[in-house]
């Protein structure tokens, strides 16, 4: 089993940053997929960006150029870098590993940009 905590969710102003992050402990596995996902009032949950445990990134197009997602294998943990954060980035955002077609989910962390 894999256990996913998420930290760093707040409130903060459009423009400005924060950076989550996926603390992962229990059975850590060699060959994964850890993601962020996202999920705002009243919409579906949707792919925000994923790094594979050989480190190739993927980012959904609306966070481009915005978001950085990094990890550091040392201390189980992965980031979600959010710059020039905007309004419709306001959502709960989940930490995802993905395992020979198993997921894993953390209970997800707040976001909301509002001035």
């Known amino acids: 089993q894999v256990q996913l905590v998420e930290s760093g969710g707040g409130l903060v102003q459009p423009g400005g940053s924060l950076r989550l992050s996926c603390a992962a402990s229990?059975?850590?596995?060699?060959?994964?997929?850890m993601g962020w996902y996202r999920q705002a009032p009243g919409k579906q949950r949707e792919l925000v960006a994923t790094i594979t445990s050989g480190g190739n990134t993927n980012y959904a197009d609306s966070v481009k150029g915005r978001f950085t997602i990094s990890k550091d294998n040392a201390k189980n943990t992965m980031y979600l870098q959010m710059n020039s954060l905007k309004p419709e980035d306001t959502a709960v955002f989940y930490c995802?590993?993905?395992?020979?077609?198993?997921?894993?989910w953390g209970k997800g962390t707040l976001v909301t940009v509002s001035s």
């Open positions: 229990g059975s850590i596995f060699s060959i994964y997929v």
């Open positions: 995802n590993l993905k395992h020979y077609g198993v997921d894993y």
